[in-house]
């Protein structure tokens, strides 16, 4: 089966979930192939869990104030902030039948496609389930993924730059959430790319691409007409709906 | 009855049951996984029939995840009910 991957481009909070979705859809409907694609936020953004409580993980008044968009994701998982410039975004979207069935499998195996590639920049990294990755043992990527229709979605950060004052302005981080892994502060658990390698964005999305496309038949794509008509419509619909934004 | 409890599973997720003590029922948030993600109304009914009726808690929730196929990613069945007999101390 043939694989379409799509180049990086920057969107805004609610169009790059959306896009994801339709995707989902175009895929289920056979009308796209399998696809994996790189994205950016513009402006920088915080996505949630699906199941995460909007207040207990967000300072939305700050995130006003500093024009940081806030969007609930179908996945669920943590919060994550999306600093515009920041990191480099993934998404892998096939049918079930073809990625391993196991969801804990299926995390190793698309997150090996991140460690390969950081490997092949010269950084050794390793996957830490259920869905971080680790560099010297500071998360440097996170993944959530969902299955819906048939259709497996994987979507995942991969840090570049790090400011941290500004994700901790937008995130609230209890003591909770970081107690097990011996830390007091979450700034103690993340890292970024530049930290560790000197590698420009171009170089960092190749080696993805040439990771994620390792072992199978692909080629680069676009995002069709119908799929962007569609990303419209679900953006409206649920991403930039308070009702959903505010659903927990 | 206390309005939420709070656990952090160990090489898990973040789990936050929260009580409306008014309606009886009982919501969960967090950073936690639930393949499909609908079940998670499925799990709410039965830990809030599960707060009406502590006896027949673990009953309902497996039942629940068993029935509906359910795949929890990061914390357990056990995790609810310890958290639920701790919120009704």
């Known amino acids: ?248 | 009855m206390r309005p939420f409890v709070e656990r952090k599973v160990r090489n898990g997720k973040l789990i936050r049951l929260s009580i409306d003590a008014e309606h009886n029922r009982v919501q969960l948030t967090g950073d936690f996984f639930m393949y499909p993600e609908e079940g998670l109304a499925l799990v709410e009914d039965a830990l809030s029939e599960g707060l009406r009726d502590p006896g027949r808690a673990r009953n309902l929730l497996e039942k629940t995840v068993r029935v509906n196929n359910l795949v929890l990613l990061g914390f357990r069945v056990q995790d609810l009910l310890e958290m639920l007999q701790e919120a009704r101390r």
């Open chain 1, 1 to 248: 089966m043939k694989w379409r991957l799509l180049p990086f481009e920057t969107r805004s909070a609610a169009l790059n979930m959306a896009i994801d979705e339709a995707i989902m859809e175009s895929v289920a409907m056979r009308t796209s192939p399998p696809t994996v694609r790189f994205y950016g936020w513009s402006p920088s953004a915080v996505s949630i869990g699906c199941f995460q409580n909007i207040g207990d993980e967000v300072d939305l008044k700050r995130c006003r104030e500093l024009g940081i968009d806030v969007v609930r994701r179908r996945t669920g998982g943590g919060a994550v902030f999306h600093a515009e410039g920041g990191e480099i975004t993934y998404s892998l979207i096939a049918p079930e039948p073809i990625m391993p069935q196991d969801i804990d499998l299926s995390y190793s195996d698309i997150c090996g496609r991140v460690v390969q590639a950081l490997r092949s920049l010269g950084l050794a990294s390793e996957f830490k389930p259920i869905n971080d990755i680790l560099v010297e043992g500071k998360k440097i990527s996170g993944s959530a993924q969902t299955r819906r229709g048939g259709i497996l979605l994987q979507h995942g950060t991969l840090l570049l730059h790090l400011d941290e004052d500004l994700m901790f302005q937008a995130l609230r981080v209890g003591k909770k959430k970081i107690e097990d892994k011996g830390l007091s502060d979450a700034r103690e658990r993340v890292t970024s790319l530049d930290r560790h390698a000197q590698a420009s964005e171009e170089r960092v999305l190749a080696a993805l691409a040439a990771s994620f496309s390792a072992g199978i038949d692909s080629s680069v794509g676009y995002i069709s007409k119908a799929e962007m008509a569609r990303a419209q419509e679900i953006a409206e619909q649920r991403y930039l709906s308070q009702e959903w934004t505010f659903s927990r």
